[in-house]
């Protein structure tokens, strides 16, 4: 395939041809920073003579380093750079973990690892936190007085979902473990604030250190008097307005109290936290987090490690750097490589979950200076002027514009031009009047459906509207992990078939499998063998009295009977091969609605229990049951057959680096402001602060705030990533009267002026199917 050769801009090439250490390129949306990555790679290959072993280039998915490596690899052949283009085929461009996997690999030795160590999967490590979590409560806490007292306190108190006794001290737990592990916060960290005192103390040092530089000296030291109270006199002192998060009333017993039950939470965490990684230790498998702090302190303590990396790499470019944790920029900083570029986009940042942090980004800019991709040359130019103009309202100070205004004309007044997007002026989220419009907008276009995307905020929405556009007669997938794999109903029923043939007096799977398509029994039929336990023995000389039931019934115990007798000494993939082989299922599931998608989940299952051919049948069934108990993730397998007639479902994270010809967006009625929780964590300082019941707590208010604060920032960012996927198209549910009143729809309607001025070239589809230009 030909490699596409094109001229670099100016900005483009400034990038190219920079010649200085350390590089800090901001890239807009369509700006081609990839293209820049690759041709800076081959001016470096050209120009500076590297091999493509010195070049160490990293990038946020596997996805894009496979793509970054192609794209590489041919334009090193277009050039007549065969070689290197092979070397560079094996060279290291790679995500960061892999990067993290093999420095740890080669150096295993320095590492304290086994070279042959394992990568555990996300499931495994949330069934394994699960265990150590109860494992820790069902410990002796002698050492503990506020773990116990806190555990008589919230035992009995249930989450929905949960059958455990302490499911909500369970949560709150596991809440600490997901956001400070894989943060710069250490268990040594932790462990210095196992007390109230400790806790307390640090509280106010903290708030003392973000608070008005005039306040700080104003707060008097006297434990007597609620800090809460001490900061609001000390804001009405230097004739300030008191923050929100000060304006609570509390005592210094509440005070007390609170930080009594973040201490004894702190405990529970930090016993739960030696104990899944002494664990993971043990077992030679760690998951990503324990991999990322096992590279950083390798090269913490390694100083051969770093000098051999030093002479091993010239050069590190790094693609998506917003997106990068503190973890991660301690190790790419430590490296020892002086030659550095980061691409990245502080309006792109919205992987906060996983605790990246755009300050750290941002901060790198301001020190070093930053050489800017600003034209966006992937979407028409009426869409960038509507996505450029509200944009400059939500961030009037720092937004950077993407459309090229092209050469000025003192004589030319030019008028805005939003040519290209639809406004859908519905006050609430509504699935009907979402599929209504987008029949309307195929109709009246004649677009092709397979050049839409749907892009969500959530799988729910996404699964909801997926089935109403099949149940309009629209083909739709939805891509990436939205749809939970393990809780589709032909996963299940495949389960409890698994259980059944290894554990055949197992009566619920087994009358489960008769009831589902493997068999597919009538309900009669179940009820009178129901009565009949144990249910296998009765079945070999069982009668149904439905007459459609005994050719079906003898059907199954044809292979059922005789597979049954040895499945217990296969593994699951093996089993799962000979049903296939021996019954009608596969037929069964072809014959059904969406049966294409369908076989290809069972093909998907059958592929992920072949991965672990040491689980039998009853283990991988118990496997998968516990992954559903655990809202483990995995997306539907694509169905063979998908085409161009197939609109695309997806979230707005999975979607981001894609692109589109036309875009929808109706999920923009989540609630901005959000629900406190009962556990507040501000992952970056590794604080954490708790409210269980009614009790005031300034602290936990505080980082409520902070939080809130950071929240918003991050759904404009998604809003941004979502609303540059477009390239011909934006569709974009707003109203300026929501029914939820603090939400991104409200958002985009007061910025844009809907209702209060006429949008050029905007048509707005209202509810109930009217349109106006």
């Not at 397998?637 to 707005?652: G, L, S, Y």
Request: hydrophobic content about 40%; glycine content about 6%.
């Amino acid at each position: 395939m030909a490699t596409e050769i094109r001229t670099p801009t100016d900005e483009q090439l400034a990038v190219i041809r920079a010649d200085r250490e350390r590089i800090m390129v901001t890239a807009s949306a369509g700006a081609g920073k990839t293209f820049v990555l690759v041709e800076r790679y081959l001016a470096l290959v050209e120009t500076y003579d590297l091999r493509p072993h010195q070049i160490l280039t990293i990038t946020f998915t596997k996805k894009a380093a496979a793509e970054m490596k192609r794209r590489i690899v041919d334009r090193l052949r277009a050039v007549g750079r065969g070689d290197e283009a092979q070397e560079a085929e094996t060279g290291p461009i790679q995500t960061i973990h892999s990067f993290c996997e093999r420095l740890l690999r080669e150096n295993s030795l320095a590492a304290g690892l086994d070279p042959e160590f394992d990568i555990m999967s996300e499931s495994e490590k949330a069934r394994l936190q699960d265990e150590c979590i109860r494992q820790t409560l069902a410990g002796p806490m002698t050492d503990y007085p506020e773990a116990q007292t806190l555990l008589r306190t919230l035992a009995g108190q249930r989450q929905f979902g949960s059958v455990s006794p302490y499911a909500r001290l369970e949560s709150a737990i596991a809440r600490v473990l997901q956001e400070l592990r894989g943060t710069e916060t250490r268990l040594e960290d932790v462990e210095v604030l196992l007390s109230a005192e400790a806790v307390q103390l640090k509280w106010q040092e903290v708030i003392l250190a973000e608070i008005d530089e005039d306040v700080r000296p104003l707060v008097e030291w006297d434990p007597t008097v609620a800090f809460a109270t001490r900061l609001s006199a000390a804001y009405k002192a230097a004739g300030k307005k008191a923050p929100n998060f000060a304006k609570g009333k509390s005592t210094p017993a509440d005070e007390a109290l609170a930080a009594e039950q973040t201490a004894g939470l702190l405990q529970l965490a930090y016993d739960a936290w030696t104990a899944l990684e002494q664990e993971m230790e043990r077992r030679q498998s760690i998951d990503y987090s324990l991999l990322e702090s096992r590279a950083v302190r390798l090269l913490d303590e390694s100083k051969e490690t770093v000098q051999r990396l030093a002479s091993q790499y010239e050069v590190v470019m790094v693609d998506e750097a917003q997106d990068v944790n503190p973890m991660q920029y301690r190790l790419l900083n430590g490296l020892g490589v002086e030659q550095r570029l980061f691409v990245g986009d502080a309006q792109q940042s919205i992987y906060g979950f996983r605790q990246a942090d755009v300050s750290l980004f941002r901060q790198q800019v301001e020190e070093v200076g930053p050489l800017r991709l600003s034209v966006n040359k992937r979407t028409d130019q009426g869409i960038l002027s509507f996505v450029d103009d509200l944009f400059s309202n939500l961030w009037p100070k720092e937004y950077v514009r993407m459309r090229d205004p092209g050469p000025f004309d003192p004589h030319v007044i030019e008028f805005p031009d939003y040519s290209g997007v639809e406004v859908w002026e519905m006050p609430e989220r509504n699935v009907g009047q979402t599929v209504e419009h987008i029949q309307a907008l195929i109709e009246e276009t004649g677009i092709s459906p397979g050049t839409i995307a749907v892009l969500t905020r959530g799988a729910r929405f996404a699964n909801d509207i997926h089935q109403r556009l099949e149940m309009a007669g629209l083909a739709s997938r939805i891509v990436g992990g939205s749809e939970k794999f393990y809780v589709r109903l032909e996963i299940r029923d495949l389960a409890n078939t698994l259980k059944a043939l290894g554990d055949p007096y197992d009566d619920f799977a087994l009358l489960a499998t008769l009831r589902s398509p493997v068999a597919g029994v009538s309900l009669d039929t179940i009820a009178l063998l129901g009565k009949q336990s144990p249910v296998v023995e009765a079945l070999a000389e069982f009668e149904p009295t439905v007459e459609t039931d005994r050719a079906i019934l003898s059907e199954f115990k044809a292979w059922f009977l005789r597979l049954k007798a040895y499945a217990d000494r296969l593994s699951a993939w093996e089993v799962l091969s000979e049903l296939f082989a021996r019954s009608g299922y596969l037929a069964s599931l072809a014959r059904r609605k969406n049966g294409d998608k369908m076989l290809a989940n069972v093909r998907k299952l059958l592929a992920l229990a072949a991965k672990e051919p040491e689980l039998g049948p009853v283990e991988f069934a118990e496997q998968i049951r516990e992954i559903q108990r655990l809202a483990h993730r995995e997306g539907d397998a694509p169905a063979d057959d998908e085409d161009e007639r197939t609109i695309t479902i997806m979230t707005i994270h999975k979607s981001k680096g894609l692109e589109f010809d036309t875009v929808i967006l109706p999920d923009m009625y989540t609630r901005l402001s959000g629900t406190a929780k009962d556990v507040a964590i501000h992952p970056k300082l590794g604080l954490v602060a708790v409210k269980f019941g009614k009790v005031g707590n300034i602290f936990h208010s505080w980082i409520n705030e902070v939080k809130k604060r950071n929240d918003m920032e991050e759904e404009l960012r998604v809003l941004y990533v979502a609303m540059t996927r477009a390239k011909h198209r934006l569709c974009i549910a707003a109203h300026p009267s929501p029914r939820v009143t603090s939400c991104l729809a409200k958002e985009v309607a007061k910025n844009i002026g809907l209702g209060t001025r006429t949008l050029p070239n905007v048509n707005v589809r209202k509810s109930g199917g009217e349109s106006s230009d």
